[in-house]
């Protein structure tokens, strides 16, 4: 069974930095394309950042510049580096794995940004 888990989010001031993380078990993790979504209450999900099996990114446009996406096959684990957090980033994240027609997604961290 995949599993995929999330970690690394908290309360951060406006212009501070978190790194999330995204563990995944009971897969090949190389094999899966790898994103990162957020739902910020009362919103839909939306997508923030993806990493291919050929380590290509995309970003959102609200995020480029201030996020990094990454990952780390001989760990299992992707990456999500923020920086210069502002409050309308305030969410919950999650991690999502895709290849084929599988889909898999985490149970989400909280991220709060506030003064």
């Known amino acids: 069974q995949v599993q995929l888990v999330e970690s690394g989010g908290g309360l951060v001031q406006p212009g501070g930095s978190l790194r999330l993380s995204c563990t995944v078990s009971?897969?090949?993790?190389?094999?899966?394309?790898m994103g990162w979504y957020r739902q910020a209450p009362g919103k839909q999900r939306e997508l923030v950042a993806t990493?291919?099996?050929?380590?290509?990114?995309s970003y959102a446009a609200s995020v480029k510049e201030r996020f990094a996406i990454s990952r780390d096959n001989a760990k299992n684990t992707m990456y999500l580096q923020m920086n210069s957090l502002k409050p309308e980033d305030t969410a919950v994240y999650y991690c999502?794995?895709?290849?084929?027609?599988?889909?898999?997604w985490g149970k989400g961290t909280l991220v709060s940004v506030s003064a």
């Open positions: 999502n794995a895709q290849k084929y027609d599988m889909d898999y």
């Open positions: 009971g897969s090949l993790f190389s094999i899966y394309f």
């Open positions: 990493i291919s099996t050929t380590y290509v990114t």
